[in-house]
């Protein structure tokens, strides 16, 4: 086995699974003795392109979790990755609530784009929707398992292990369902067309437009004309508080979402 360099590549609008990818990253070089390249395909124009791997680059491959699975905006992206057999670690970052079938989810991807999947990893970040649900995460315990797996990866590729088939994660298959929001009463909340509004706090800087992972925000009058993920970059990285849902039913599932699941949720990984 010869590994030539490790990739760190991700889709990160708010930042969690980059520094989720990036630290595991970071250390296999370490471990290994290879350089590391940054991928980061957040914004819709590096999508435009394609990835191309070769059978001697290791690629941790990173994505949040939105309802339970791999972002479904990606998946026509995903499939035109070229793995070219090289080494692949999926990793998904969970807003504290659960990566449901995301991670192995994220695993057949790679593997049907030519991967070879050596282990994988789930790890919490700061929910989208919220400053309250698992604030301040990856916090210093978080790090701890990353630099752990990390090296529990690196012993692996470096004992003679051989692949022989997809790597083991934890999920269902086949994949379940995107998780559906539910009010009170048991019926389904569809915010899919819920869209962030602006106030007239605005200060025309533009950094909502310029950080829209789905390039939906207009760059004169900075309303969402397109496509809305809720990744939330543009609230979180509005300099004026000036971005802002108003829609009952997403209200009404991000406090729900703060109250059931305010405890600390735990990352995972499998090697």
Request: with cysteine; aromatic share 12%.
């Amino acid at each position: 086995m010869e590994i030539k360099k490790v990739w760190a590549m991700y889709f990160s609008p708010t930042g969690g699974t980059e520094k989720a990818v990036r630290t595991v990253a970071a250390d296999l070089a370490e471990h290994l003795g290879v350089p590391m390249e940054i991928y980061d395909f957040t914004l819709p124009d590096v999508r435009k392109q394609t990835a191309v791997f070769t059978e001697t680059d290791l690629v941790c491959f990173g994505t949040p979790v939105i309802a339970g699975r791999v972002p479904n905006v990606l998946l026509p992206y995903l499939k035109t990755v070229v793995g070219g057999g090289a080494y692949g670690i999926p990793m998904v970052s969970f807003g504290n609530r659960n990566f449901d079938d995301a991670l192995i989810e994220l695993r057949n991807l790679m593997e049907d784009d030519g991967f070879r999947t050596v282990a994988g990893a789930a790890f919490v970040s700061e929910h989208s929707f919220s400053r309250k649900l698992s604030a301040g995460r990856p916090d210093e315990e978080d790090y701890a398992v990353m630099h752990t797996f990390a090296q529990k990866v690196a012993e692996k590729l470096q004992c003679g292990w051989e692949y022989d088939g997809p790597a083991y994660v934890k999920g269902e298959e086949p994949i379940r369902p995107y998780f559906t929001p539910r009010d009170r009463y048991g019926n389904a909340i569809d915010i899919r067309k819920v869209k962030p509004k602006t106030s007239d706090t605005c200060c025309g800087c533009g950094i909502c437009a310029a950080v829209c992972p789905m390039g939906s925000i207009d760059k004169e009058d900075f309303s969402c004309k397109g496509i809305c993920i809720k990744c939330c970059a543009c609230i979180k990285k509005c300099p004026t508080g000036a971005k802002y849902f108003d829609d009952p039913g997403y209200i009404y599932h991000k406090e729900e979402l703060e109250e059931l699941y305010e405890g600390r949720a735990l990352p995972e990984y499998f090697v």
